[in-house]
C-alpha cells in the first residue's frame, strides 16, 4: 500500500521492532537502506531477525528513543507503525514534526494504527484498543482519523490521505508527503 519513488535510499523506522517491516520495503525497492530505532531489548531481537533474513548489509539498528533522541536527517521514507497509540498527543505532535524535518522534500511519513473512528462511525476494535490503552499506559490511547491528520498537515505534510487494510482488520494506513 506504500509506494516509494524507486530512486528513494534511506528509511528511518520508528519504533520498528523486529524489523520486518524495514525488510520488507528494502526487498521491494533494491537501492533502499533502512535504520530501526528502538530499545536495547528489542534492537537485540531485531538484529537477530535480520541476520536471519540476510539482510544486515541493508536494514540496520540503532539503541534510541526517537522521542528523546536525534534521528537523524535525509529519509526518503519514515515508518511510525503501531507507535502512536502509545503516547499522547503533544508527544506524537513533536515526533510528527521530528520526522517532518528529517524527511528529504518529497519524502513520505507512513503511520500504520488502530484509528479510533472510521469517518463519522465508531471502530470498535478501535474504541477497545483505547481502553486497552487507558489499562496499560497513563498517556496512551487510540485517535481519530481527523486528529492524525491535522498533525500531519500542521507539521507541514500534504496529500494526506488513509487506507483501511483488510487484510489487518481494524488497523488503518495514513500516508503524507512532505512538499517537493
Do not use: Q
Request: glycine fraction near 10%.
Amino acid at each position: 500500500k506504500v509506494r516509494l519513488p524507486a530512486t528513494s535510499k534511506k528509511l528511518v523506522d520508528l519504533g520498528g521492532a523486529h524489523g520486518y517491516h524495514s525488510i520488507e520495503f528494502c526487498r521491494k525497492y533494491p537501492g533502499l537502506n533502512a535504520l530501526v530505532i528502538d530499545f536495547e531489548g528489542t534492537v537485540k531481537v531485531g538484529e537477530e531477525v535480520v541476520k536471519k533474513e540476510n539482510m544486515t548489509d541493508r536494514v540496520t539498528f540503532r539503541v534510541g528513543n526517537y522521542i528523546t533522541d536525534d534521528i537523524g536527517s535525509g529519509y526518503d521514507v519514515a515508518l511510525l507503525f503501531s507507535i502512536i497509540h502509545a503516547d499522547a498527543p503533544e508527544t506524537n505532535i513533536a515526533t510528527i514534526n521530528k520526522v517532518y524535518n528529517s524527511l528529504n522534500p518529497g519524502g513520505v511519513i507512513a503511520i500504520n494504527e488502530i484509528l479510533s473512528y472510521r469517518g463519522k462511525k465508531e471502530s470498535l476494535f478501535g474504541l477497545l484498543m483505547g481502553l486497552n490503552m487507558l489499562v496499560v499506559t497513563p498517556r496512551g490511547e487510540t485517535y481519530a482519523y481527523d486528529e492524525v491528520r491535522s498533525w500531519l498537515e500542521d507539521a507541514g505534510f500534504v496529500d494526506v490521505r488513509r487506507t483501511d487494510l483488510r487484510r489487518l482488520p481494524g488497523y488503518s494506513l495514513v500516508l503524507a508527503r512532505k512538499p517537493t
